[in-house]
């Protein structure tokens, strides 16, 4: 079964600094997704950047960048310039292709300071 | 305004209660999602329909019951639940099937205790 491992249950970042949130997946298949999605308190989930499994080239997002490194399995998040706005949960997810289910893992809660 | 509406945002029940949550999407989607996040679990996948027929049940117990009367609205239907079902409950939509294709909207959730 496919699993999605975030080994930092919290981090924190000053504002206007840049923060790495790191995410690692196990899964044999070769085609699939991943996703960073955001929690802020009002606990609406908020996708923030999709990465395909086939493309090289790291998906980014304004501010949001992604390092993939699909041999290592690796899929981490990169905030620049971050705002206090952007703290929040911060979920890793991986959907295999054709199927509906994302499988999250546990979560990373960013603090950004002042 | 996301364009997923859940009520109520939160909920407190007994084990032997009846209750009903309800998701509301005003986006025109024909995909809707039931998803569970507890405190100790990461977030999973309960139910999944589209044009108000239910297409994945993820090994959900039957004491939680969908309803999909149309493509804008889904209920979860709660009887004799037992307190490790207090979680927050999260409803979702999709213009189709998400297979990976689609972005998920997500409602803000239902906050649910059984005591």
């Known amino acids: 079964a496919q699993t999605v491992t975030q080994s930092q249950p919290e981090m924190s970042v000053q504002e206007a600094e840049t923060v790495t949130l790191s995410c690692t997946y196990d899964?044999?298949?070769?085609?699939?997704?991943l996703f960073w999605y955001k929690q802020p308190p009002s606990r609406q989930m908020i996708l923030v950047i999709r990465?395909?499994?086939?493309?090289?080239q790291n998906a980014t997002e304004n501010r949001f960048s992604v390092n993939f490194q699909k041999a290592a399995k690796s899929f981490s998040l990169k905030i620049s310039d971050s705002q206090l706005g952007d703290a929040a949960m911060y979920f890793c997810?991986?959907?295999?292709?054709?199927?509906?289910?994302?499988?999250f893992g546990k979560g990373t809660k960013l603090t950004v300071n002042p | 305004e996301t364009g997923v509406t859940q009520t109520p945002r939160h909920l407190v029940m007994g084990m032997t209660n009846k209750k009903s949550l309800k998701c509301e999407q005003h986006?025109?989607?024909?995909?809707m999602y039931w998803y569970k996040q507890s405190a100790k679990k990461p977030l999973e996948l309960m139910f999944v329909?589209?044009?108000?027929?239910?297409?994945e049940n993820n090994s959900v117990p039957s004491r939680f019951s969908p309803e999909c009367p149309n493509s804008s609205h889904l209920f979860l239907h709660l009887h004799t639940l037992q307190p490790e079902d207090s979680a927050l409950y999260l409803c979702?939509?999709?213009?189709?099937?998400?297979?990976?294709?689609?972005?998920?909207?997500f409602g803000s959730g239902t906050q649910l205790s059984v005591l």
């Open positions: 979702a939509s999709s213009q189709d099937l998400n297979r990976a294709r689609e972005k998920l909207f």
């Open positions: 899964t044999s298949e070769s085609d699939y997704y």
């Open positions: 990465q395909e499994a086939y493309k090289q």
């Open positions: 997810a991986y959907q295999q292709g054709g199927s509906e289910k994302l499988v």
């Open positions: 986006l025109g989607h024909n995909a």
């Open positions: 329909y589209n044009f108000k027929e239910q297409t």
